[in-house]
């Protein structure tokens, strides 16, 4: 009875709540929010990745750059208290739902992610939807994370935060949407309850009173404390649990290798850069990394079919290797720095034709480059004919050097 009572109340103030919606979304529009590319890193290495998805929260509503809201404030805690550095992607939209969200991920390679942060709900409290449709669309969008992250991977469904926390909603209609939020954060507990790797996180965040702006940098860094308390030790606890989910695991990404190369190379494709002139952007990077490295060579390269190419380079007289003999194309094999501290003494590279030849290889470092959809395509390499201890490199700064290129090619002007 008392959800036959509800139903009717909420079927009657669905226009209202929608006319209400509309005065809120014009509200909103002076609101700053950020312009920058969707991603955000923090400086350490063996670096998690995130993926922040959803509304709300995830917007950062009220700063110009993700660094500045929930994504970096989320990634510099995470590093705080796991020493490893941390990749953010954010995948949001100011009236996401479920279904948009569901949209949103499907052409993503999910399983590259250690924990998934979804953001979802308060569009659907402003509209009051149904319990019942709530609930299928969260269970078909959490169902398809499940199925297609890694084994490793944990979703974190944060709780509809209080709609009357926000200024400009602190109305009666607010606190009619309010109610409702709370009502689905019931359900959204009961559903993650029942399905594997994820768990619900009630979030209830303090907020700076900022008409103007809505949310703060302080905010957002008050917010990513609980988070990053549920989220550090998960990623930890899936570090120890990944090398036995990656040995049950050999055949089928043995299977799966033909495919993962045929979408590695439509992401080097999609770029547009193969044979494409020399820029000074690149360029002044692999000059930093061979300045800060302090060794001969250094390069920006592509892998591309059977070929390593070279989009910038110094101390280098090739524009392009054959794949079989590239160091590049064994680095991209992982998603962290690969270091060789001695070719002569690492039996896949002591008869290597690098080694043996011209630049005479000893000692290499790279780190892989990643197209904006995730694809491993190249990596930031630097090289010298004389060894050296894999201990005196420097690990966080061989990725922030990879990351800058990654910014780059993010860039219009690489289109």
């Not at 103030?13 to 006319?19: C, D, E, F, H, K």
């Not at 084994?151 to 974190?156: D, G, R």
Request: glycine share 6%.
């Amino acid at each position: 009875m008392q959800h036959y009572t509800r139903e009717i109340v909420r079927a009657m103030l669905v226009p209202v709540m929608r006319a209400y919606s509309v005065v809120v979304d014009r509200n909103f529009r002076s609101v700053p929010r950020p312009v920058d590319a969707p991603q955000v890193h923090s400086a350490g290495i063996d670096s998690d990745r995130i993926l922040l998805l959803g509304c709300g929260p995830a917007l950062g509503w009220g700063v110009t750059s993700h660094d500045l809201g929930l994504a970096g404030a989320l990634a510099r805690n995470l590093t705080a208290r796991t020493g490893r550095g941390v990749d953010v992607d954010v995948v949001a939209g100011e009236r996401m739902s479920a279904l948009d969200a569901l949209a949103a991920v499907r052409p993503r390679k999910l399983s590259r992610f250690d924990a998934v942060v979804v953001t979802l709900g308060i569009n659907d409290a402003l509209a009051l939807t149904s319990g019942r449709d709530w609930t299928a669309q969260l269970r078909t969008l959490l169902e398809h994370l499940e199925r297609v992250s890694s084994q490793s991977t944990t979703v974190f469904v944060l709780g509809i935060h209080s709609i009357r926390g926000v200024p400009s909603l602190d109305t009666v209609l607010g606190g009619i949407a309010d109610r409702h939020a709370g009502y689905l954060n019931a359900l959204s507990a009961e559903l993650c309850a029942t399905i594997a790797r994820t768990q619900f996180l009630p979030f209830s965040p303090l907020a700076t009173v900022s008409v103007d702006r809505h949310r703060t940098t302080q905010d957002y860094r008050d917010w990513a404390v609980p988070i990053a308390q549920r989220l550090a030790p998960a990623l930890s606890a899936g570090r120890v649990d990944i090398s036995d989910a990656a040995a049950a695991s050999v055949a089928l990404a043995q299977s799966d290798a033909a495919a993962a190369e045929a979408a590695r190379q439509r992401a080097v494709d999609g770029l547009g850069i193969l044979d494409t002139g020399a820029e000074p952007r690149f360029d002044r990077i692999v000059e930093l990394a061979q300045r800060m490295f302090h060794t001969r060579s250094a390069a920006i390269t592509v892998i591309d079919h059977d070929r390593q190419w070279h989009k910038a380079r110094v101390s280098m007289e090739a524009q392009e290797l054959p794949r079989s003999a590239s160091f590049c194309a064994v680095t991209i094999e992982g998603r962290g720095p690969m270091i060789v501290a001695d070719t002569h003494a690492d039996e896949r590279f002591r008869e290597n034709p690098l080694v043996l030849g011209d630049p005479r290889i000893r000692f290499y470092a790279g780190f892989p480059i990643e197209s904006p959809s995730g694809e491993r395509i190249g990596a930031l390499c630097v090289f010298d004919p004389e060894p050296r201890p894999a201990t005196d490199v420097d690990r966080a700064l061989l990725r922030e050097l990879a990351l800058l290129v990654q910014r780059e090619l993010r860039s219009p002007r690489a289109a």
